[in-house]
């Protein structure tokens, strides 16, 4: 059911609207805005695309749980996404477990265009109301921003975790063990190491998944020192640094 947004019943709400046998409208039916014909008449600015624009194409976004009987897989959607990004000298291609809510919504304030080719969504509502598991993995993935995780995914982060802060830890303390008579040129080598361990795993990061590298390397940066400038202010503040 398309209803024209600029009509005079547009503030109506149409999917509670009741038909002839004492049924929701949208109950029944998908409803989906048209913009209606008047909107070719509203004026507004012309806006030419160029070649030097930056693009966000997106392209069949990975379906996962009980969502994947609901749409099925639309491999011209990944095609596509990659013809229009090849279209433009700098954009950006989400297609796949790439597309991402989070990845999305980290280059679109970037994007001066942007295409999505995917499923529409206009009856998507009344599928997921219709199964509450789909509806539940729904809010927990793009309201609450959490995912499931299992027994065996939280041994292995609590170990890995574990293991990377034990591993964290040590490396400042090798320029100590290289220059063990001079404290100063121990602290500047702990200094110079640390930052440029973070800037490299905050590259690698960005370089294995969606991101980039550099930025997310300085990101990486920024963050381990003003962490370790908090922890010598906190240190002193209560006595324990000399």
């Given at each position: 059911?398309?209803?024209?947004?600029?009509?005079?019943?547009?503030?109506?709400?149409?999917?509670?609207?009741?038909?002839?046998?004492?049924?929701?409208?949208?109950?029944?039916?998908?409803?989906?805005?048209?913009?209606?014909?008047?909107?070719?008449?509203?004026?507004?600015?012309?806006?030419?695309?160029?070649?030097?624009?930056?693009?966000?194409?997106?392209?069949?976004?990975?379906?996962g749980g009980e969502w994947r009987s609901m749409?099925?897989?639309?491999?011209?959607?990944?095609?596509?996404?990659?013809?229009?990004?090849?279209?433009?000298?700098?954009?950006?291609?989400?297609?796949?477990?790439?597309?991402?809510?989070?990845?999305?919504?980290?280059?679109?304030?970037?994007?001066?265009?942007?295409?999505?080719?995917?499923?529409?969504?206009?009856?998507?509502?009344?599928?997921?109301?219709?199964?509450?598991?789909?509806?539940?993995?729904?809010?927990?993935?793009?309201?609450?921003?959490?995912?499931?995780?299992?027994?065996?995914?939280?041994?292995?982060?609590?170990?890995?975790?574990?293991?990377?802060?034990?591993?964290?830890?040590?490396?400042?303390?090798?320029p100590f063990l290289v220059f063990p008579s001079?404290?100063?040129?121990?602290?500047?080598?702990?200094?110079?190491?640390?930052?440029?361990?973070?800037?490299?795993?905050?590259?690698?990061?960005?370089?294995?998944?969606?991101?980039?590298?550099?930025?997310?390397?300085?990101?990486?940066?920024?963050?381990?020192?003003?962490?370790?400038?908090?922890?010598?202010?906190?240190?002193?503040?209560?006595?324990?640094?000399?």
């Amino acid at each position: 059911m398309a209803q024209d947004r600029y009509c005079l019943f547009n503030s109506n709400p149409v999917q509670a609207l009741v038909d002839g046998r004492s049924e929701y409208l949208g109950d029944r039916f998908a409803v989906v805005f048209s913009p209606g014909l008047d909107y070719e008449g509203m004026p507004r600015r012309k806006t030419n695309i160029r070649r030097s624009d930056r693009a966000l194409a997106i392209g069949a976004p990975a379906i996962g749980g009980e969502w994947r009987s609901m749409f099925p897989p639309l491999p011209e959607a990944d095609a596509e996404a990659r013809a229009v990004g090849a279209s433009f000298r700098s954009s950006t291609v989400l297609t796949g477990r790439q597309a991402t809510l989070r990845a999305v919504l980290r280059e679109l304030p970037e994007a001066e265009i942007l295409h999505f080719a995917g499923h529409a969504l206009a009856d998507a509502v009344n599928h997921i109301c219709s199964k509450p598991r789909a509806w539940l993995e729904f809010m927990m993935a793009h309201e609450l921003q959490l995912a499931p995780l299992e027994e065996s995914q939280a041994r292995k982060s609590a170990i890995l975790v574990g293991f990377a802060a034990i591993l964290g830890s040590l490396i400042p303390l090798v320029p100590f063990l290289v220059f063990p008579s001079d404290i100063i040129l121990g602290m500047i080598g702990a200094l110079v190491v640390a930052a440029v361990v973070l800037f490299l795993i905050g590259w690698y990061k960005g370089k294995t998944t969606i991101g980039r590298p550099y930025r997310s390397g300085t990101q990486m940066l920024i963050i381990g020192i003003v962490s370790a400038v908090a922890g010598f202010l906190i240190a002193y503040l209560v006595g324990a640094a000399p």
